[in-house]
C-alpha cells in the first residue's frame, strides 16, 4: 500500500502526500533494514555498512516499481535461501 501511494503521489504531484509517504517510506525501510542486521547479527553474521544500504535500497526499489515488488514478493523465500549468508550457515551447520 504504502509503494502505491507513493506512485500516485508522484503521478499526481500531490507534494503533501508525497511528503507523508517518503517521510513513511524512508522510516519503513530504515526499520525492516535495522531488523535485518540484527536478525543476521544473531545468526552470527556480521552486516557491514556497505550491507545495510544495499538492503535499504533493494527495499525502496520493491516500493518503487510495482513488477520488482511482485517479483520480490513471490520469490522473497528463495532468493534468501540462495543467499551467501544463509548458504554459508547451512554449509556450516551441515
Known sequence: MLGETLREAHRTLDAEQLRTASRQ??????????????????????????????????????????????????RRGGVAARSGLLQRKRTAGA
Open 25 to 74: 517510506q524512508h522510516q519503513l525501510v530504515a526499520a525492516l533494514a535495522r531488523t535485518a542486521a540484527v536478525l543476521a547479527r544473531e545468526a552470527g553474521q556480521s552486516v557491514s555498512d556497505t550491507v545495510l544500504h544495499e538492503i535499504e535500497q533493494t527495499l525502496h526499489g520493491v516500493l518503487a516499481d510495482p513488477d520488482v515488488a511482485d517479483r520480490w514478493s513471490i
